[in-house]
């Protein structure tokens, strides 16, 4: 059974930092394209970073620059360093999982989710 637990979440000023962690388990990770998404009340969930098998990121330009993400294979654990952080990149933050190497964005493309961690941006 594959579980994502998400962590990391919280309430920060503009300007400052978070590092989001996602540990997996119950699945072949290092297998699996993951991603982070973000979900803003009344709106879809959007995808922000995503990384497959290869360790290729691929970032939505809204956080292009600012955000980095990595998956640490040996712990199972994926990142979303997230710096320079604005009130709009306010919303709660889901890490999920696909079962192919490669990654494909929209929520549909994805079939393993964590609960979410909340991030809050004030200015």
């Known amino acids: 059974q594959v579980h994502l637990v998400e962590s990391g979440g919280g309430s920060v000023q503009a300007g400052g930092s978070l590092r989001l962690s996602c540990v997996a388990s119950g699945y072949p990770y290092s297998a699996y394209c993951m991603g982070w998404f973000r979900h803003v009340p009344g709106k879809e969930r959007e995808g922000v970073a995503f990384i497959d098998n290869r360790q290729n990121p691929t970032y939505a330009d809204s956080v292009k620059g600012r955000w980095t993400i990595s998956k640490d294979n040996a712990n199972h654990t994926l990142y979303l360093q997230m710096n320079s952080l604005k009130p709009e990149d306010t919303g709660m933050y889901y890490c999920?999982?696909?079962?192919?190497?490669?990654?494909?964005?929209?929520?549909?493309?994805?079939?393993?989710w964590g609960q979410g961690t909340q991030v809050t941006v004030s200015s």
């Open positions: 999920a999982a696909r079962d192919t190497w490669f990654c494909l964005n929209g929520e549909g493309h994805f079939g393993y």
